[in-house]
């Protein structure tokens, strides 16, 4: 059964110290890691695709990676308004129409 | 506007009352979805569409129906609502299943 689990379920930083997310997933093929970001009242917002291991992308003071068990959101000097739920999804190669979300890391970033 | 409306955006009803919310899209999507979010339960998929007449069962689709006759619109619709439907519920759209899926701005249901 394809399964994400996210870690830490609360993370507070001071604006400034960088942090890591993580989303580890069990998946039968994986074809797509995604990254949402989610504001309190509001849909999810999409953030990053990753579909093989070694892969990376960047946005803004975001960095997101992927090994074959794991995904890391980094957030590099972060910023008050970076403070959201961050969300982690996985789509596997057995039902490519289903999308399994992790229950989500909340990031609280204080001046 | 790109963007993925869902109508109501907060609705309380009874026990048993039917009824239906909609989602529409703008961007010619040929893949669309219906997710519930609870606390400590986190996003669950209900059901999702690949295109126009073929839906398929998420992982919480009891309770629920949907249809797809038209590419733009994806309702979702609770014969009879019980308590345990109290939830925010998200319509989602992707240009294909294999692309990031754009949500709509979310419905509260209370059923009371």
């Known amino acids: 059964e394809d399964q994400v689990t996210q870690s830490p379920e609360a993370l507070r930083l001071q604006e400034g110290e960088s942090s890591s997310l993580n989303c580890s997933y069990t998946?039968?093929?994986?074809?797509?890691l995604f990254w949402y970001r989610q504001d309190p009242g509001k849909g999810p917002e999409f953030l990053f695709t990753l579909y093989s291991a070694g892969e990376e992308k960047e946005k803004e003071r975001l960095k997101a990676t992927l090994t074959k068990k794991e995904s890391f959101l980094h957030i590099t000097a972060p910023k008050p308004e970076d403070s959201a739920t961050y969300l982690c999804a996985v789509r596997g190669s057995s039902n490519t129409g289903k999308l399994i979300f992790g229950q989500g890391t909340t990031l609280q970033v204080k001046p | 506007e790109a963007q993925v409306t869902q109508n109501p955006r907060y609705l309380i009803t009874v026990t048993g009352k039917k009824l239906t919310v909609t989602c529409s899209q703008n961007m010619n999507h040929e893949y669309m979805s219906w997710y519930r979010q609870d606390p400590g339960l986190g996003l669950r998929q209900i059901y999702y569409?690949?295109?126009?007449?073929?839906?398929d069962k998420g992982d919480v689709p009891e309770g629920y129906k949907v249809s797809r006759k038209e590419k733009r619109n994806f309702p979702l619709i609770l014969e009879s609502p019980s308590p345990n439907q109290t939830s925010l519920y998200f319509c989602?759209?992707?240009?294909?299943?294999?692309?990031?899926?754009?949500f709509g701005p979310g419905t509260r249901l209370t059923v009371t």
């Open positions: 998946v039968s093929g994986l074809r797509g």
């Open positions: 989602a759209s992707s240009l294909d299943y294999s692309y990031e899926q754009y």
């Open positions: 569409s690949m295109n126009v007449e073929v839906t």
